[in-house]
């Protein structure tokens, strides 16, 4: 992460999108997101089946917003490092699990000096990488500190949803789309890059990784009765895209 000197305010990369939007939704993030369904009815579920064994590992929680998927490593036997772009998450983090994690502000557009070649035996990145404009350096630095076999697991937009939903011209294009999202702090506006699938596979193999698994999986039933019409929605047009891969 870069810091200005003069006031101590982070000097995020020109790449990185949305620090604003997160740094106003920190506390919504902390208090709601939990039990957001789609956080917690559809990608939640799918992120945790990819994962592997993680008792006893290192895992990183690259994109850790208020520390949901820290506190569960955690809670199943790792040894974490959690790490967001935004100081505000960074705080909501260490609000929900202390001083139990390595918690660290940095910028996934930016080196990862402070990880160690093949350190880390786990990377899991819950809807983050859609953030990142390129994925070459971030797949090659997660390639970097991985171990031998270790597992990358994240999830993404899915590249048909941001297709059609923003009514876009040219699938094939890599560029960002703006969306307005209802919080408990009122709407909030939030800018992601969309890309075509081969854009999401691709950096992930030419960095290096074998690629294990690919999910497009249903809401669970608790979706179903919390939000009957968005989940008869999510059976016909997938929201997100899960993936497994180890590195080789």
Known sequence: MLINLSNG????????????????????????????????YYERPATL??????????????????GWYSKWLLDNGAKVIAIDFSPSMIAMTRRRIGEKADIRQADLNEPLNFIEDKSIDV???????????DWEPVMAEF??????LG????SV???FMDFTYFNRENYFLTEIVEDEWETNVGKVKVQFYRRPLCKIVL????????????????????????QP??????????????LRARKS
């Open 229 to 242: 019409h968005v989940y008869e929605k999510l059976t016909r047009k997938p929201q997100f895209i899960f």
């Open 49 to 66: 089946s990819l994962l592997p064994d993680i008792a006893g590992k290192k895992v990183l929680d690259a994109g850790c917003a208020a």
């Open 123 to 133: 990377i899991v990145s819950s809807l983050t990488l859609h953030y990142i404009k």
């Open 9 to 40: 305010r982070p000097l995020i990369n020109e790449s990185s999108i949305s620090f604003d939007s997160y740094e106003k939704m920190a506390e919504y993030y902390f208090e709601c997101v939990d039990t957001k369904p789609f956080n917690a």
């Open 203 to 226: 950096p992930v193999i030419d960095a290096g990784f074998i690629i294990e698994k690919i999910i497009e999986p249903m809401p669970t039933e608790k979706f179903k009765q919390l």
């Open 157 to 159: 937009h899915h590249p």
């Open 151 to 154: 597992s990358l697991v994240f």
């Open 143 to 148: 390639i970097r500190i991985l171990k031998p």
